[in-house]
């Protein structure tokens, strides 16, 4: 069973940085996705970033140039670097993972697309 444990997040004010990791516990494919997700209260689970085991990357508009995903492979490791926070980018955020499976670069940011879930981390920025 894949674990994904992730780590990082907390409060800032806006304008500032945090750090999101994810440690996923195995890669059962050599084709995946990894993504960040998050979730405010009373909306929808949405996609923030995706890269696929080729190293292909997809934003969500509203975090397009302040928000960077990565990965450290040897270290089976993802991280999202987010800057110049908002207060809307308040939310619990989650890492997902799904392998195997091809999709098209219209799914990447799509939950029902992804299998396994960490256990979510808050992220609150102040105004």
């Known amino acids: 069973q894949v674990q994904l444990v992730e780590s990082g997040g907390g409060s800032v004010e806006s304008g500032g940085s945090l750090r999101l990791s994810c440690a996923v516990s195995e890669y059962t494919y050599s084709r995946y996705y990894i993504g960040w997700f998050r979730q405010a209260p009373g909306k929808e689970r949405e996609g923030v970033a995706t890269i696929d085991s080729n190293g292909r990357t997809k934003y969500a508009d509203s975090v397009k140039g302040r928000f960077t995903i990565s990965q450290d492979n040897a270290k089976n490791t993802l991280a999202l670097q987010m800057n110049s926070l908002k207060p809307e980018d308040t939310a619990m955020y989650y890492c997902?993972?799904?392998?195997?499976?091809?999709?098209?670069?219209?799914?990447?940011?799509?939950?029902?697309?992804?299998?396994?879930w960490s256990q979510g981390t808050q992220v609150t920025v102040s105004s």
């Open positions: 997902a993972a799904a392998f195997g499976t091809y999709y098209s670069f219209g799914w990447y940011l799509d939950p029902a697309a992804f299998a396994y």
